[in-house]
């Protein structure tokens, strides 16, 4: 079965979707991408994609910061991907990957004269974190500053940094890194922001600890709020509380909501997902999967069958 590409302002096999090798973007990360997850409801034969419209908001915002020209609305690139989804005809959960890049075939570090363009992908991609009770490291990498690279907006460029927070922790026997923020506070995983439970309550970096505000993050916090009665305090969190949390996961389209068991060396409650994150999963994936009726707003159906 061919897969496509929305590439060059059309529909084409995603084998012939190719850049030139001087491209911009691919030698100075001059691009921003975001990540949608489409998630496979067997029981309604539907695909449902979460949150299209905020991930698209927010690209539009951080093209802004990059002096990106998107061509096209957001209500037009939430077409788009549906007629992609629609001509892929997944039936599996899906990973959506669509990216504004710099595509000038020209060097020089700069911003400003500058082409750029769009294309998105879609891919088959089940557990980004495959385990129920993952171990963490806290990271020798620490997260940039807003005057270095701004952490709010998904720039390629700025994922080196975590990607050498991944490798780090894997090569090391973990399953993720933590990182801090500049002046040492908990800020995020390498793909994934963070919640403690502390006596009963939510807690997660603020927007001011480096992270980048994410839309799982979001989503979770009002459905703690809606459905368990459970407020999040966002704050600045101190390495050693990480220690002493009674429970910890991490969230993000490609990870969800990820129960978290252990931080180095150090067992959180009883190493498993505790019962805040065991209700907050369940919620969660009932929600994206498009079966609480409440939140259908959150879920665009891809072949019209729900």
Not at 23 to 48: C, K, P, V
Not at 84 to 111: I, W
Not at 213 to 232: F, N, P, S
Request: aromatic residues 10%; hydrophobic residues 35%; proline residues 4%.
């Amino acid at each position: 079965m061919t897969s496509y590409a929305f590439f060059q302002k059309k529909f084409v096999p995603l084998s012939e979707a190719k850049l030139g090798i001087m491209t911009n973007s691919l030698h100075y990360g001059t691009a921003l991408f975001e990540g949608i997850r489409g998630n496979w409801n067997a029981d309604q034969d539907e695909m449902y994609l979460f949150r299209l419209r905020e991930h698209f908001e927010r690209m539009h915002t951080g093209a802004r910061l990059l002096k990106i020209v998107i061509p096209y609305s957001v209500d037009e690139m939430i077409n788009l991907t549906i007629e992609l989804m629609r001509k892929n005809g997944l039936k599996e959960d899906t990973y959506v990957r669509p990216l504004a890049y710099k595509s000038t075939e020209q060097m020089g570090v700069r911003l400003h004269n500058l082409d750029a363009d769009f294309f998105m992908f879609c891919m088959p991609w089940g557990r980004y974190l495959d385990t129920d009770s993952g171990r963490c490291c806290v990271s020798t990498w620490r997260r940039p500053s807003d005057n270095t690279i701004p952490p709010q907006i998904k720039a390629t460029g700025l994922y080196l940094n975590n990607a050498l927070a991944k490798t780090e922790a894997i090569e090391n026997g973990f399953d993720e890194g933590i990182m801090l923020s500049p002046d040492g506070y908990v800020s995020e995983g390498s793909g994934e922001n963070i919640f403690l439970v502390i006596n009963g309550k939510l807690h997660t970096p603020a927007v001011h600890n480096s992270i980048l505000v994410g839309i799982t993050r979001d989503t979770v916090m009002k459905l703690a709020k809606e459905e368990l009665g459970i407020e999040t305090v966002e704050r600045s969190i101190a390495r050693g509380e990480l220690y002493t949390a009674q429970e910890c996961f991490l969230t993000g389209t490609a990870a969800h909501l990820t129960p978290i068991g252990e931080i180095d060396g150090r067992t959180l409650g009883d190493g498993q997902a505790g019962p805040i994150t065991s209700q907050l999963k369940k919620l969660y994936f009932d929600t994206i999967q498009g079966r609480l009726p409440k939140y259908m707003d959150w879920c665009t159906p891809v072949y019209g069958k729900a």
